[in-house]
């Protein structure tokens, strides 16, 4: 139980592209979901808590107008990346936390590989 | 913000050693997970912990939860060469959703 699924796995597009990425929880409802960034060598940095039905919550630093995050379903969150440039070239992974509460732990998508050429 | 520091960063080690990682916070989490993530794949869930002084087994893995809750470590025993990867913990303070991860320890173990 407790499967998320994140796709696509990896975009290779032009700068100036707009790119979406989608975020399920497979078997379960998640009022919650999460967005982070890894760089390289690096560990998880949170972007934003997506929640569903509501806008969402952006951490400091992160342009929401740029990273623009929907959540319209208890499945189901998107990313989009809009006028995607180099620099927004990352490992974007989200997760989602079973409802149960706030102990639960997050369960993870594989990640979505994004170059920007 | 909360600081959540792990250690070691790297550790390469030969197949049958065994080794700790450890995760220390100065302040008290409210539960605290151990992730292991293989490179280009999302962190996957090793275990929880939420009660201080908790100790759970994982077949060669052993996880403790400090009984003030504000450290935890993973042990390994006997490594073998499937445990390479990114282990991370992350914890949550006061109840709040998100949770703040550690740098996480690379780990290698050479056959």
């Known amino acids: 139980g407790a499967v998320v699924s994140q796709h696509p796995s990896w975009v290779i597009c032009k700068s100036g592209t707009s790119v979406k990425i989608e975020c399920r929880s497979l078997d379960f409802q998640a009022t919650t979901m999460f967005w982070y960034r890894q760089f390289p060598k690096q560990s998880l940095m949170l972007m934003a808590t997506s929640n569903e039905g509501s806008k969402a919550t952006y951490e400091q630093g992160v342009e929401k107008d740029k990273f623009l995050i929907n959540h319209a379903s208890l499945t189901l969150s998107t990313l989009t990346v809009t006028s995607a440039h180099p620099e927004d070239s990352s490992f974007y992974i989200c997760s989602a936390r079973l409802p149960r509460g706030s102990n639960q732990p997050q369960h993870f998508g594989d990640g979505t590989r994004l170059s920007i050429l | 913000t909360q600081l959540l520091e792990q250690s070691p960063q790297f550790l390469s080690i030969q197949e049958g050693e065994n080794l700790t990682v450890y995760c220390n916070s100065s302040?008290?989490?409210?539960?605290l997970q151990w992730y292991r993530q293989e490179p280009g794949e999302g962190p996957v869930l090793l275990v929880t912990v939420v009660t201080g002084g908790e100790v759970k087994k994982l077949k060669r893995l052993t996880f403790q939860f400090g009984d003030a809750r504000k450290d935890s470590s993973l042990h390994i025993t006997a490594a073998q060469p499937g445990d390479t990867g990114l282990y991370l913990c992350?914890?949550?303070?006061?109840?709040?959703?998100?949770?703040?991860f550690g740098i996480g320890t690379k780990l290698q173990v050479i056959p």
């Open positions: 992350a914890g949550s303070f006061g109840g709040y959703q998100k949770v703040t």
């Open positions: 302040s008290v989490f409210s539960s």
